[in-house]
């Protein structure tokens, strides 16, 4: 199925003692990039999750954000810095002393507890195979609900690409009727100019012929248009893989663009010319939607 490059998905949910939540985004980008934000403490799940999530998409630039919190911390410690911890008394003390300031065993013990590095609260190192099923089990129904909205995205723009592509086939058509009509315009022209010119002097009917011959070689477009068709064939299939085509298309509608540049520069018909116009805004409209396509 088609996938826009454009996607959203949210999950969260409580493993454990832990309560996770993953939250991933994309937007347009030529390559896979990807960026993650984990708890610092857990900066090994960024790898991880960078491959788990490439096994599922291949193109955007994606943006994952990961928040765990543990709803018990029965196994954290505070460890005391007794040496800093002296050495702060004595300082107290010693200002008390100097100052002829009062210093009681409450107001000491007040003062250093604002003393940040004097106390270190350590936690058990959690087991990284562990949080990382823990985190995975999550960002799988993120994941899944990010790449569904993709799809859907995706094949709205499927849909939009093969009307247009419709439009420009109608529009192949009328060309191919409308060409040879062409040739016999300019032959039925250049007889009556001849005639307006030279009157009933007779003119050589082969030399005409051959003129018209040269003019319906300039203005053919049967190569240009065959191709064209052939290039919305394969983008027709191309849209109905499921896998990733949005390079391929993507080269695809540079040929496409190639083709209707060529019958243009070779139309010599207003009509004709309008129609290719008409072509090339539609080739420009796919190759817009394309760019969103993984």
Known sequence: MIR?????????????????TVEIKS???RYFEFFARVPRTYGFLEEKLKSFVNSLVSRGKVECYVSIENLEDGDAKILVNHSLASSY???????????????DDSLAMSSLTRYNDIFTVHKEEADEDELWNAVKSVAEIAVSKFIEMREAEGEKLKNDV???????????????????????????????????FLGDIQVDEQRLLTECAIFADKIAVAEETVR????IDQLRAFLSQDEAVGRKTDFLVQEMNREANTIGSKAQDVLIARNVIDIKAEIEKIREQIQNIE
């Open 89 to 103: 008394l004595s300082a107290l003390h010693e200002i008390s002393d100097r100052y002829s300031l009062r210093l």
């Open 162 to 196: 093969l009307s247009r592509a419709d439009i420009i086939i109608k529009k192949v058509e009328y060309i191919e009727e409308r060409s040879p009509q062409t040739v016999k315009e300019y032959n039925d022209k250049l007889l009556s100019r001849i005639n307006e």
């Open 228 to 231: 064209l068709r052939s290039h």
């Open 4 to 20: 826009s490059m454009t996607g959203y998905g949210r999950a969260q949910a409580t493993v454990g003692s832990m309560n996770i």
């Open 27 to 29: 937007v347009n980008h």
